[in-house]
């Protein structure tokens, strides 16, 4: 990612990156999309930054374009990644605040917002590690702090039963939402990883579990949603 990133933002555009996942499918992520203005972001985007109030901390910030929407409407951002490249691309668009680190890893600061877009959630990889993620957001969340998240449901993805009307879920997956992709580009593949899609309901659960409130700022139109959580 760190590299089609730089190379995009260096002129060097010359293909996307290909993702390939455990729900055989082969898709294209578009590099200009990673580089959007407010005017091109899916409306969940668009409410979730409206949301935003504070000190904000933008988990997963790839290129920046979220950070740097707020950075420009006078807010305290930080971009987070995890990727070299992309917080150098962060730093090159002219985002003033960056961490390049594990959100895991992340100590010592708190914010008021905690921005996790484009299925930010994902990073948790497994929904047994939802309760850890959900604990390092609460030490980095002011009192009166919240988390701004959008995920989807993909049950619809897997074979329906014609029958009962239920559906075919592999039985190694200890959730269907659990996927794992692979990123081709330029001849470079990364490793395998895990990523996760979580439904609303079972988000909500996992929250009231840990502690906070979960609510459903607006129900997108391809089973996705955005989400905001708060202290209890």
Not at 133 to 146: E, F, V, W
Request: net charge negative; aromatic share 12%.
């Amino acid at each position: 990612m760190g590299k089609a990133l730089l190379d995009y933002h260096h002129l060097d555009y010359t293909e996307d990156i290909i993702t390939y996942s455990s729900l055989d499918e082969e898709d294209r992520l578009p590099l200009p999309y990673m580089f959007r203005n407010f005017e091109q972001m899916p409306l969940l985007e668009q409410i979730a930054l409206e949301h935003c109030k504070g000190t904000v901390l933008d988990v997963g910030c790839g290129a920046g374009s979220h950070t740097l929407y707020l950075q420009d409407k006078g807010f305290d951002v930080t971009g987070l990644d995890a990727s070299h490249g992309a917080i150098s691309v962060c730093k090159q668009r002219g985002i003033l605040n960056t961490i390049n680190a594990d959100f895991l890893n992340v100590d010592g600061q708190k914010f008021d917002t905690l921005l996790l877009l484009m299925n930010g959630i994902g990073i948790t990889g497994k929904l047994k590690n939802l309760d850890t993620y959900l604990n390092q957001m609460k030490r980095l969340l002011r009192p009166n702090g919240k988390v701004l998240l959008d995920s989807s449901d993909i049950l619809y993805m897997y074979e329906a039963d014609e029958e009962d009307g239920g559906y075919w879920i592999p039985q190694h997956l200890d959730y269907y939402g659990e996927v794992i992709f692979t990123m081709r580009y330029k001849k470079e593949e990364s490793e395998p990883f895990d990523w996760l899609y979580v439904d609303f309901n079972t988000l909500k659960r996992a929250a009231t579990f840990n502690g906070l409130h979960c609510e459903m700022i607006k129900q997108g139109e391809n089973n996705d949603y955005l989400a905001c959580l708060t202290f209890l």
